[in-house]
């Protein structure tokens, strides 16, 4: 795919159906809890400026979070897609920079090895946190390497609990690079934090090539 370059997204798909682009970090998905009086940029009021028309939030990426989000265009792919999504047909990757806490254990943490993370998670002010009465989440992680320190890592979150991931590493000791809200004292190279979506699979949605959907859609990594 090759994006066509905007300030607050790149656009890297687009039909009658759906429009897919590369947010960058620090730019809301949808707007905020303070509605107007928020005046960060909104990645869906843009679009909608762009494309001269309403579309549909499908799923949302965090403020500091980059990578591949997806709007609908019409509301028959809108009750499709969010179909797709709560029944967990569409699998969504994510890759992370982390550097690992103090005293954290993680000289025997394996290579290429997928890890099984499951929590009861609440949504606070801020922050997510464990708690008895909380939904389950569950993610997929996989340490793909480590250069200098860094622990690059791919996550597939199973469940779509907001701050999921962001609360899993942390929780297990490596808080993703620039997420102060997390622990972590690193900042990230660019803007935001080190949080990328870099892949949406549509392979078992079905009928996605009735909206004319590739199987997969796969961006450049960190």
């Known amino acids: 795919m090759v994006p066509v370059e905007n300030k607050a997204y790149s656009k ?36 909608e400026v762009d494309l001269g028309m309403t579309i549909y939030p499908v799923h949302r990426l965090d403020y500091e979070v980059q990578g591949l989000i997806m709007f609908a265009k019409n509301p028959a792919a809108h009750k499709a897609a969010n179909g797709w999504f709560e029944r967990k047909e569409v699998f ?26 499951k929590s009861k998670l609440l949504r606070g002010k801020k922050r997510a946190y464990v ?25 597939n979150p199973i469940t779509g609990r907001s701050h999921q991931l962001r609360f899993e590493m942390y929780n297990h000791g490596h808080p993703i690079i620039g ?21 949406i699979d549509f392979t078992k949605a079905p009928k996605a090539s009735e909206f004319f959907l590739p199987k997969e859609i796969v961006i450049t990594t960190f």
């Not at 998905?29 to 960060?40: A, N």
């Open 12 to 47: 890297v798909f687009e039909n009658d159906h759906f429009i897919i682009v590369d947010k960058n970090a620090m730019v809301l998905s949808v707007p905020g809890r303070l509605g107007e009086e928020d005046d960060r940029p909104v990645l869906g009021r843009i679009l």
């Open 131 to 155: 708690s008895p009465h909380g939904k389950d989440s569950v993610t997929i992680a996989c340490l793909k390497r480590v250069e200098n320190g860094i622990f690059h890592w791919e996550l």
């Open 179 to 199: 997420d102060e809200l997390y622990s972590s004292n690193e900042k990230f190279q660019t803007e935001g934090i080190a949080l990328r979506a870099y892949k």
């Open 92 to 117: 969504k990757t994510y890759t992370a920079m982390t550097r690992p806490l103090p005293d954290t254990a993680h000289d025997a943490l394996p290579l290429n090895v997928e890890l099984t993370w």
